[in-house]
């Protein structure tokens, strides 16, 4: 098996202070909606098929360098051991994104409606309550299963990378097929209007070409350069440009969304709370059924990992295309960025505290 990560592998400067970048480009684009209120509408109306195109660079930037890192020929040995496997794709898939549709509408449709605000106008022209579109954006987070950073997350935890790896290359492969059915039900259930063609288009677009891109590119320059090229040359300068684009979506993000959070600072932690009860949540469940099927630490660890964090990038990416750059589901989306690093530290450190109970 190749050594995708090594042992000294540690969160990069960009990683480790994620959540800082976040806030300091929600400052800046708030400061660049206030002087600038043009130019985020007008790079968003350089578009084809309603996709506008700086975001969909953007966008894309973020996606093929996680792709690329993906070893699709360890999927084939995963048969070997097909426990963690078989857990991780039921918790993601079977579980996930019906506690996320349930936590976020207590806490966002009722607990909390009377402090969010009326109404807004998506993408498309059609009204909506705007809880409903903070809702949306977390059930946009809650079906995407995490495959970028969720690497370096099993690996602090001391989790078998191997597992991780397949994980990652099975979790890119069922978001191809899964991902706009799921969803487009879930946003049904939400009273979300749902345009069929933008999901599908989106998953082609954020998922399947990245994916196709990701698995010739990598196999054609491992052949031109060489395995120890690729990993120690290629993605040392590829990382950065995901997390710089991720950043410059955000920054055009919240020059859209500048007044809300002057107006109404709560919103962002309004949006939180049931993430952060979600996240714990699926933790817990995941970890208890890797205790309950006699599952090793560093199979546990990982699957736990796995099912409580979330691929943002594919939930801002479907989120701007299909409801608009300055809409409450983007939001929202973004506020799962927002607390991912701390929230998964904080788990990473559960898991190293418990290794004596597998």
């Excluded at 976040?22 to 109306?45: N, S």
């Excluded at 994980?167 to 097929?177: D, E, G, H, K, P």
């Excluded at 979506?249 to 600072?265: A, R, V």
């Excluded at 099927?293 to 594919?314: C, M, Q, T």
Aim: glycine share 8%; aromatic share 12%; hydrophobic share 55%.
């Amino acid at each position: 098996m190749e050594h995708i990560i090594h042992e000294e592998r540690k969160l990069s400067f960009f990683e480790k202070y994620l959540t800082g970048w976040v806030v300091l480009c929600i400052g800046i684009g708030i400061a660049l909606g206030k002087l600038f209120p043009q130019v985020a509408v007008a790079l968003d109306q350089i578009s084809i098929y309603q996709v506008s195109i700086p975001i969909a660079i953007c966008l894309f930037s973020m996606m093929y360098p996680i792709m690329v890192k993906i070893d699709f020929a360890e999927v084939i040995k995963a048969g070997k051991t097909p426990k963690p496997v078989v857990l991780t794709l039921i918790v993601n898939w079977c579980i996930k994104p019906f506690t996320m549709l349930a936590i976020a509408w207590l806490f966002l449709g009722v607990l909390f409606k009377g402090w969010l605000p009326g109404m807004e106008i998506v993408k498309g022209g059609a009204q909506v309550e705007l809880f409903r579109s903070y809702i949306a954006g977390c059930i946009l987070l809650g079906i995407a299963p995490c495959t970028a950073m969720v690497l370096i997350w099993g690996h602090l935890s001391k989790g078998n990378d191997g597992h991780t790896l397949v994980m990652v290359a099975i979790n890119s492969l069922t978001m191809l097929f899964l991902y706009a059915p799921l969803g487009g039900w879930l946003l049904g259930v939400n009273k979300m209007p749902i345009p069929w063609q933008t999901i599908v288009l989106s998953v082609v677009i954020y998922v399947g070409l990245p994916l196709l891109l990701g698995y010739y590119s990598r196999k054609w320059l491992i052949a031109k350069k060489g395995f120890k090229w690729f990993e120690e040359k290629f993605l040392h300068y590829l990382t950065p440009v995901s997390i710089g684009a991720l950043l410059l979506t955000l920054i055009l993000l919240f020059s859209f969304k500048g007044e809300l959070i002057i107006n109404q600072p709560q919103v962002i932690f309004l949006i939180a709370v049931p993430l952060f009860i979600q996240t714990c949540l699926i933790f817990a469940i995941t970890y208890a059924l890797a205790k309950w099927l006699k599952l090793s630490y560093r199979d546990a660890a990982p699957s736990a990992l796995i099912g409580a964090s979330n691929h943002f990038e594919v939930a801002i990416a479907t989120s701007t295309i299909l409801f608009g750059l300055s809409s409450g589901a983007s939001l929202a989306t973004v506020v799962g960025v927002l607390i991912e690093v701390p929230v998964m530290l904080l788990l990473v450190h559960v898991c190293l505290k418990t290794k004596r109970w597998f």
